[in-house]
Each structure stands twice: as structure tokens, then as C-alpha cells.
């Protein structure tokens, strides 16, 4: 990212700084800001699936205090879409029929059987998006035999060890709160390679719970605001879950970039003004983290610009 930006992004820390000209900033402006970088400043490069302008490596910071959740406002966002992912995430289900029973088409174009002969998965049924994302999350490194098996006890559950953790006083402010999804030996057995590939937990004042995450890949436009989206929600449910108060949620994105054929979407969303986040409330607090439905979620006052449409790459 280009200095002028970095500066600009501290200034954009905090939601609604406001200078001595009388401007009012936006946490989102850091966001708009790293497209505005990309577009301005990136290196056009030709890659597997298309041809992005990309800069590497960028941070962002939103606070989720007081119920705040930064989903994008300068267009809108599909955030039950999303929040039916996670939580599909959440139980380390791998099968694309149960996202298509809930209207979730996003993992379409990679469960087809063309994509899957692609990636020398043409063995695996239709839909099967092989061990990836909650998989890794829940059953890290069990020996994956399709999406109907049952892995209950296989395998390291990472995110029931990091709930664990924080729900332990003597626990909850350890620096090892780490749930990867790469996972080196089984990234030829999903799909795609994960995107989203470690998160961290991290607790201070006794109770205020934050996450970060660490992104590898990045489509700005389609991608990120999806990840920024899915990854609060997930710090608020676990946060929630576990006795504590939802504070801070960090993306840092390694390659970020945008399609060509996103360009002029992009520089539209740039020129719109943002508007204030929406408030989360999440309505039961269940025994069992796999128990949550979209029912238990509760969004308020989203107020957003109109969709800005793009394709979506394999």
C-alpha cells in the first residue's frame, strides 16, 4: 500500500473522527481507500483465473463495541448469505447441497463437476467441496472420506479447543487462541486452496474479546466485504458464547486485488459516502456452538447504497 494510503487508513481508525475542517470519517473509508490504492497504484498482473490489479498487504481495523458490525454500506451486502455460510462453517459441513437448501449459491461454479475434474476431484459426488474452511476448523488433518461421513471425534477440533479456552479463566488471555484452515497436507483434497487461512482470539481488560485474521488472497470487491462481514459475526457469536463482550475485528490481507472486469464498479463504489454501521444483537446463548441459527441473529438500522453487481471467479 502506497504511504499517502497508510497515513490516510490511521486517520480512518476510528468511526466518525471528526477534523477541524468538520469532515466526518468513516471506519469504512479504509476499506474504500484500499480500492482506490489498488486501482490507482496496483500492478496489473495476468494470474490463474483472470487479470487483477493488485497491491500487497494491508490492514484494517473495525470495532465491534456496543454491538457495532461492519458490514459495507457503499453497496449492499448479501449478510444473511454470509451468516448462512459461517455458520455452515461452524459445523465443519463440506457439502454444497446443504448451502443450496438454505438459497446459498456462492459455492456453485467450484462444486461442479467440470471445476472438480479440474482440480483432479472428479471422484468426489457433486457438491462435495472436500476438506476446506469449517472441516479444517472442526476435524484439522483427519483423513477426509467425503461429505456424508461422519468425523465426530476425528481429528483436532480447533474451535471448540479455542471456545474452551476462553470460557477458562485461567485461560482466556493465552496468545495460542489460533484456528488455522491451511492445511498443508490436505489442500489438494478441497476444491480451492482456502483464502481465509488462520484467525486469532485475543482478550484483554478481562473481557473484551477480539479477532484477526489473516488473509492470503483477497478479491477486494466481491470477496472482502463478505470475509470483513462473516468473520464480526463470527467474533460477536463467540464472544457471545462465551461470557465476553465483542470489542475489535482486524483484517490484514496479503494479495489484494480486483478484476479488470470490476474496475468501473469499484471506482463507482469509491466515489459514494458511507454510511453508519449496523448494530448486532444476538438473541440466545445455546450450550452447544453448533446450535446457532440464523434466527439467533438480530441486525439493525442497515442502511446501504444499491448493489453493485460483478462476476464471480472459479
Known amino acids: 500500500m502506497s504511504l499517502k494510503s497508510v497515513l490516510n487508513n490511521n486517520k480512518y481508525r476510528n468511526k466518525y473522527t471528526t477534523e477541524d475542517s ?26 490463474r483465473n483472470g487479470i487483477t490489479k493488485s497491491i500487497y498487504g494491508s490492514a484494517m481495523h473495525f470495532s465491534l463495541e456496543n454491538g457495532s458490525i461492519p458490514i459495507l454500506t457503499t453497496k449492499k451486502t448479501a449478510w444473511k448469505t454470509c451468516l448462512k455460510e459461517l455458520l455452515w462453517f ?9 448451502l443450496n437448501e438454505e438459497k446459498v449459491h456462492i459455492w456453485d461454479g467450484n462444486s461442479s463437476k467440470d471445476f472438480m475434474k479440474s ?21 484439522f488433518n483427519a483423513p477426509y472420506e467425503g461429505c456424508d461421513s461422519n468425523y465426530n471425534g476425528k481429528g483436532i477440533d480447533q474451535l471448540q479447543e479455542v471456545i474452551n479456552c476462553l470460557k477458562d479463566p485461567e485461560r482466556k488471555t493465552s496468545r495460542r487462541l489460533v484456528v488455522s484452515a491451511w492445511n498443508p497436507q490436505q489442500l489438494n483434497e ?34 472482502v466485504p463478505f470475509n470483513i462481514a ?4 463470527l467474533t460477536h457469536l463467540i464472544a457471545k458464547h462465551c461470557d465476553l463482550e465483542a470489542y475489535e475485528f482486524i483484517h ?23 454510511n453508519p454501521f ?3 444483537e444476538i438473541l440466545n446463548k445455546k450450550e452447544n456452538i453448533n446450535d446457532y441459527n440464523l434466527s439467533d441473529f438480530s441486525l439493525k438500522n442497515y442502511i446501504h447504497h444499491d448493489t453493485l453487481k460483478g462476476s464471480m471467479r472459479a
Open 90 to 98: 461452524i459445523k465443519g459441513d463440506t457439502d454444497n447441497k446443504h
Open 22 to 47: 468538520g469532515k466526518v470519517y468513516h471506519e469504512e473509508y479504509q476499506y474504500l481507500n484500499l480500492l482506490d490504492d489498488i486501482i490507482r497504484n496496483g500492478h496489473e498482473e495476468k494470474g
Open 252 to 274: 490484514y490481507g496479503g494479495n489484494c486485488h480486483i478484476y479488470d472486469d470490476h474496475y468501473e464498479q469499484v471506482k463507482t463504489q469509491i466515489s459514494r459516502d458511507p
Open 190 to 223: 478441497g476444491v480451492l486452496p482456502p483464502c481465509h487461512v488462520l484467525f486469532q482470539f485475543n482478550v484483554i481488560n478481562g473481557n473484551k474479546l477480539s479477532c484477526s485474521l489473516y488473509q492470503r488472497s483477497c478479491d477486494e470487491f466481491l470477496g
Open 230 to 233: 462473516s468473520y464480526s459475526f
Open 278 to 280: 449496523p448494530t448486532l
Open 119 to 139: 482440480r483432479g476431484l472428479d471422484h468426489y459426488e457433486e457438491g462435495d467441496l472436500g476438506p476446506l474452511y469449517g472441516y479444517q476448523w472442526r476435524f
